[in-house]
C-alpha cells in the first residue's frame, strides 16, 4: 500500500510539472526626469513644404533662399535649465556632408540644408551652439533650404521631381 501511495504522489508531482506553462519574468526599467521646457501637444511634427523649386534658380545660385520654420517651447522652468542647443540628425548626403539627403520621390542630385536665422550652417548630427531661454514660453526659428550637388549642377543633371528628407531634432538643455 504504501509502495503504491509513494508511486502515486511520484507521478503526481510529476504530471504537473509537465503539464506547468513556462514563466518569462519581463523587468521594466526606465528613468524619470524634469524638462525644462515642453513642446506642446500637435506641435511634435514640424512639415516644411519648398513648394516648386526650379532647376535652372539652382544651376545658377546652387541653393534656394532659407525658408523659416519654427519650434515652440512653453513652460520654460529656467531653474532646471537655461540654454538649449538645438541637433538634427538624419541620412547624411555623401555629396553634401552635413546637410540631409533626400529619402524618396523622383528628384536627384540635391539636399536639404539647416541653418540659423543668421544663415549659419547647423550642420546634421552634430550640436547647435546653445541659445538662451527665457522663462515661460521660447520660439526657436531656424530656416531650411535646397541646395544643388556640385556635380549635379556642373553637369545639368539635377533630376526633377517630387522630394522629401526626415530628420529628428534633438534638444539638450544645460
Known amino acids: 500500500m504504501k509502495k503504491t ?38 506641435e511634435e511634427n514640424i512639415e516644411l513644404d519648398f513648394g516648386t523649386v526650379i532647376d535652372k534658380y539652382l544651376y545658377l545660385n546652387q541653393r534656394t533662399a532659407g525658408k523659416e520654420f519654427s519650434l515652440q517651447l512653453t513652460e520654460c522652468d529656467l531653474s532646471l535649465g537655461e540654454t538649449v542647443s538645438v541637433s538634427f540628425s538624419g541620412t547624411e548626403s555623401v555629396a553634401l556632408p ?32 546653445k541659445l538662451r531661454l527665457q522663462e515661460g514660453n521660447n520660439r526657436i526659428t531656424l530656416k531650411a533650404y535646397v541646395r544643388g550637388e556640385p556635380e549635379a549642377i556642373n553637369s545639368k543633371s539635377i533630376g526633377r521631381g517630387q522630394f522629401t528628407a526626415i530628420s529628428t531634432l534633438s534638444l539638450n538643455y544645460d
Open 98 to 129: 552635413g546637410l540631409l539627403a533626400i529619402s524618396s520621390g523622383g528628384a536627384s542630385g540635391i539636399a536639404i540644408g539647416l541653418e540659423n536665422v543668421s544663415g549659419e550652417l547647423l550642420p546634421l548630427n552634430q550640436p547647435s551652439g
Open 5 to 42: 501511495a509513494l508511486a502515486m504522489a511520484l507521478l503526481c508531482m510529476s504530471h504537473t510539472g509537465w503539464g506547468a506553462p513556462p514563466t518569462v519574468a519581463v523587468n521594466y526599467r526606465g528613468e524619470l526626469v524634469a524638462e525644462p521646457c515642453v513642446i506642446p501637444p500637435g
